[in-house]
């Protein structure tokens, strides 16, 4: 696929991924790259359908199928957007990727990581990040940001305590175990210095 790269942003709700993204976007348009940003679940019709299900929290919906659906949305996300624009040499920056699904449904909803990565290595034909930066938040205040941005809570943001220290966890290790892959970067700090240490995780690919 050239020399086009696919960046990913993980971290828990609240994080601060879609402000490190759009912010990212920019930064990289700055320095002449060509990059689209994406989201997940969504960036195509067909996945943005789906999100608009997992989403709902009035719908009850089993820990298995919830896993199944938000790998058929990546797998159309990746088949119609993400491969042919990497193809095209364009960089992909993405809010959420597999690594979600391992944390949220593997950990979270204690599916385990093995099952769930083997549903998504079919849903997205093998493809991993080149570079995936795990934004790491202390849980709690992780629930604060999302309550202060006075949007009703989705089915996800809805669970406990519990579900979200186990996700957080999983991040943690997930980063331990792919250390050439995945970064992690402090959010709790000014969302400048977030960006600065973006940037200095992706310095290796910037220079390519």
Same mark, same amino acid.
Request: glycine content about 10%; proline content about 3%; overall charge negative.
């Given at each position: ?38 989201? +997940? ?8 359908? *789906?999100?608009?299900?997992?989403? @709902? ?8 199928? +919830? ?5 058929? !949305? ?11 624009? =990497? ?6 920056? =993405? ?11 593997? $950990? ?6 093995? !099952?769930?990565?083997? *549903? ?29 941005? $006075?949007?009703? !809570? ?12 186990? *996700?957080?966890?999983?991040? @943690? ?36």
């Amino acid at each position: 696929m050239g020399d086009a790269r696919l960046i990913t942003i993980e971290g828990l709700d609240g994080a601060g991924k879609t402000t490190l993204a759009v912010a990212l976007e920019r930064e990289l348009n700055g320095r002449g790259i060509d990059v689209q940003l994406l989201r +997940e679940p969504g960036g195509v019709d067909a996945s943005e359908r *789906i999100r608009e299900l997992v989403k @709902d929290p009035r719908l009850q919906i089993g820990a298995r199928a +919830e896993a199944l659906l938000y790998a058929a !949305a990546r797998a159309q996300l990746v088949e119609q957007a993400i491969v042919p624009l =990497l193809e095209g040499g364009t960089w992909v920056l =993405l809010d959420r990727f597999v690594d979600s699904s391992l944390a949220y449904q593997g $950990a979270g909803r204690e599916l385990g990581a093995d !099952a769930v990565r083997e *549903i998504n290595r079919f849903a997205t034909g093998g493809l991993t990040p080149d570079r995936t930066l795990v934004l790491t938040l202390d849980p709690a205040l992780g629930k604060s940001r999302s309550r202060a941005r $006075a949007l009703a !809570a989705d089915r996800l943001e809805s669970e406990g305590e519990d579900f979200f220290q186990r *996700i957080a966890t999983a991040y @943690d290790e997930l980063a331990r175990g792919e250390p050439e892959r995945i970064r992690t970067i402090d959010a709790s700090r000014p969302a400048q210095d977030v960006l600065a240490s973006a940037l200095e995780a992706l310095t290796d690919l910037l220079a390519d």
